[in-house]
């Protein structure tokens, strides 16, 4: 059994005028993108080529992610709301089609959206708010968290793995402390036939559109 792991770090988002996201910090990996407003992206992969020229196949065993706090915001209201996707997928995605994660994650109910249950070996989405109650607290609260993945094995060289958060309301500085991404999977070697099948799936869906 293998653990491999992944990091990003803080994201800092600063909104000085209404509606006019800026990143604070952008040294670690982290990008806006559009749409919705106030989108950012952070995307990395593990590299699993070694075990695919050994001819093994990777079953996974579970997934998860590791982090510390809730977001954290000043000059808060009640309203402003935080959605957070983590995903670990056996294929890459355009920034469009990561974005539609938000509101559709794998579900095939959106044209945008390139992504199918099989396809997704992980996928956590959260939701935090500043409600009435808590409007006068430094960090926002969560309201809901879903699971979505499938832990379907893979013959392909790559999981690619996406933090997508957006980040609508009032609060000038928006802190999002890092998350760490953990993966068991355990390689082996699978019946000729089937192992070749696994792998033409993988490599069709990895070219099929070229999403590199």
């Keep these: 059994m293998k653990t491999m792991t992944k990091e990003f770090g803080y994201l800092n988002i600063g909104q000085s005028v209404p509606n006019v996201y800026t ?124 699971q979505l993945g499938s832990l379907n094995p893979t013959a392909s060289d790559r999981v690619y793995v996406a933090r997508i958060v957006t980040f609508d309301g009032a609060a000038d500085t928006v802190n999002l402390p890092p998350v760490r991404y953990v993966l068991r999977a355990d390689a082996k070697e699978e019946p000729e036939y089937q192992y070749l099948m696994r792998l033409k799936r993988s490599y069709e869906l990895q070219q099929e559109p070229d999403r590199d």
């Excluded at 402003?80 to 983590?86: A, G, H, L, R």
């Excluded at 992980?122 to 708010?129: D, E, F, K, M, P």
Aim: charged share 15%.
């Design 23 to 146: 990143l604070e910090n952008s040294a670690n990996g982290w990008r806006q993108i559009a749409p919705p407003l106030g989108t950012f992206i952070n995307t990395t992969y593990f590299d699993l080529a070694g075990l695919s020229i050994d001819d093994k196949t990777l079953f996974f065993s579970g997934a998860t992610t590791q982090d510390v706090l809730n977001p954290i915001v000043q000059n808060q209201v009640a309203g402003d709301n935080m959605i957070i996707v983590d995903v670990m997928s056996s294929i890459p995605l355009t920034d469009l089609e990561y974005s539609g994660l938000i509101t559709h994650g794998n579900f095939p109910s959106s044209a945008v959206n390139g992504l199918t249950f099989d396809q997704t070996i992980y996928c956590r989405i959260r939701q935090y708010a500043v409600d009435l109650d808590t409007a006068s607290w430094g960090s926002m609260i969560l309201l809901s968290d879903n």
